[in-house]
């Protein structure tokens, strides 16, 4: 009847029943479509159900089962505790209380869905999970110092993988102890080594390196065959030597052989060094390097000293001394008493002068034998090892004695003054000895093999009868043996020019090369013959 509660409704106004957890059919509730489950008569309660009225029981926690709900109907997690399920989606709100005079649903009413929820709906919107690792994120105080900014990121926010993030101003200031951190390492480096560099540099004695200038030019106005334009052109590659011994010291000159750094000079300049002295080389720019000396020859009075470390080297281009003429306008360029870059002028005053200098030791090894070039050009001591220059600024001698006032012929380190008697070594012989001097540090002498009588007065030279050593004059094997030179023969001509002393013998062997075959005008018991003889080679004096 309307108005009359159904049997085994609840009365109006009274609370539900707990709904089941989703997915469980209330007890004595058949499931849509279960077959087999009968359900209760009316008005009797189901077992374990709660009496009407009664509250209902609280939700389950954490998956936790109903009381009176088998558990294995209930999922073990994604119910949260206020029956919201996991996946945010908010419940569906409880349907409204019956009007007055209208029946209550039933349980077995079709109309109330089986997996309906009476509990309160949670608030609309996603939940807010809490902060990661259980921790609060920071927060902005009002009443904190320092701006939001500087409270939430500059009190050392974390990044995902946990690391301190760092301010602008704390980035600048790692930087700039960076920067200071690796421009120490680098000067430490570098200092380093460059200390051994240095150390390398010194031991080696290469100094600092110099740049000369370029080769000079005729000046405007000057022919180039002019002594001012040969002047010009050679004084760049011309240098003044400064040797310092135990017992004396020395100036000499000496010129530019190759890009090398090899220079010629004379034997008797870089004589006071000995082994311990020191040598210095000085260019027309006035820059000075040190030097050491490669080789040395007191036969031919000549030397190579080397020097490193100087860019821009010319040498001074070498002619030919055998085209030289009586009369040739000449140039000579040196440091007369160490006034260094002297210019003076001249000719040539003969060709073929047997000079020998030298010979302070007494026993002859240091005595030079020189078919010299003569030229009127003043030389005076500290010429000696400047090159004596051609018309076309080529180098066709090396000066190195003079003939001094008191009639003797000596190098110009002495003091004598120049009379206009000069003599300068043959560019050619200085060129093959030069090389010698490079390539193996020593120079060959060619030889007959034969020992002269020195004291003999007679025109020409004579073999002595017995060496210096008390052994043969004429060599077992020898050149002079196998050109078949006896004892006491003389010797009066070379290539048909005459020979009147046992210097003048020397001199003109001297000019040739080891080697070299010659013709010798030899007299023996009054009677002149033509012998044919190729010169030998010696390494000593």
Do not use: C
Request: negative net charge.
């Amino acid at each position: 009847m309307p108005g009359v509660p159904a049997p085994g409704a609840p009365e109006l106004g009274a609370p539900s029943p707990a709904a089941p957890v989703s997915g469980v059919p209330a007890p004595g509730i058949s499931a849509p479509g279960a077959p087999g489950l009968a359900a209760p008569a009316p008005g009797v309660p189901a077992p374990g159900a709660p009496e009407l009225g009664a509250p209902s029981p609280a939700a389950p926690v954490s998956g936790a089962p109903a009381p009176g709900v088998p558990a294995s109907g209930v999922p073990a997690s994604g119910v949260p505790a206020s029956g919201v399920p996991a996946s945010g989606v908010p419940a569906p709100a409880a349907p409204a209380a019956p009007a007055p005079g209208t029946p209550a649903p039933t349980a077995s009413d079709p109309s109330v869905p089986a997996t309906a929820t009476l509990a309160t709906p949670a608030p609309a919107g996603p939940p807010v999970p809490p902060p990661s690792g259980g921790e609060e994120a920071p927060r902005y105080d009002p009443w904190g110092v320092g701006s939001p900014k500087e409270q939430v990121f500059g009190q050392g926010a974390l990044q995902q993988s946990g690391v301190r993030v760092l301010t602008e101003e704390q980035r600048k200031r790692r930087g700039k102890r960076l920067l200071v951190v690796w421009s120490l390492l680098v000067a430490v480096f570098s200092a380093g080594v460059g200390g051994v560099a240095g150390a390398w540099v010194q031991r080696q004695g290469l100094g600092d390196d110099v740049h000369l200038p370029p080769a000079g030019r005729v000046p405007a106005g000057r022919a180039p065959n002019s002594v001012a334009g040969i002047a010009a052109r050679a004084l760049p590659s011309v240098v003044t030597l400064h040797v310092t011994g135990t017992e004396q010291s020395d100036t000499g000159t000496g010129f530019v052989l190759d890009t090398q750094g090899h220079i010629l000079t004379n034997n008797h300049v870089v004589a006071p060094a000995g082994s311990d002295g020191a040598i210095s080389v000085t260019f027309s720019s006035g820059d000075t390097v040190k030097a050491k000396v490669v080789g040395h020859d007191s036969g031919y009075d000549l030397a190579v000293v080397q020097i490193h470390g100087v860019h821009g080297l010319t040498p001074l281009p070498l002619g030919n001394s055998d085209d030289v003429r009586v009369g040739d306008p000449v140039v000579a360029i040196g440091a007369p008493f160490d006034l260094a870059n002297t210019v003076t002028s001249g000719i040539i005053s003969a060709k073929e002068r047997p000079i020998t200098a030298g010979g302070d030791k007494g026993d002859g090894s240091d005595v030079s034998y020189v078919d010299a070039l003569q030229t009127d050009a003043p030389i005076n001591p500290g010429n000696s090892g400047g090159p004596l220059l051609d018309s076309r600024a080529q180098v066709i001698g090396i000066n190195s004695a003079i003939r001094s006032a008191d009639g003797g012929s000596d190098s110009d380190s002495g003091q004598a003054g120049s009379i206009g008697l000069g003599f300068a070594i043959p560019v050619n012989q200085a060129k093959r000895v030069a090389e010698e001097l490079i390539n193996d540090g020593h120079a060959t002498h060619p030889v007959i093999g034969v020992t002269l009588d020195m004291a003999y007065t007679g025109d020409g030279a004579r073999i002595d009868s017995r060496s210096a050593g008390g052994g043969p004059a004429v060599s077992k094997g020898g050149p002079g043996e196998r050109a078949g030179l006896k004892v006491g023969d003389v010797i009066t001509e070379v290539d048909g020019q005459p020979v009147h002393t046992a210097e003048e013998l020397i001199v003109k062997i001297r000019a040739h090369r080891p080697g070299d075959q010659l013709r010798l005008t030899v007299r023996r018991a009054g009677t002149d013959r033509d012998v044919p003889l190729r010169l030998g080679a010696a390494e000593q004096n």
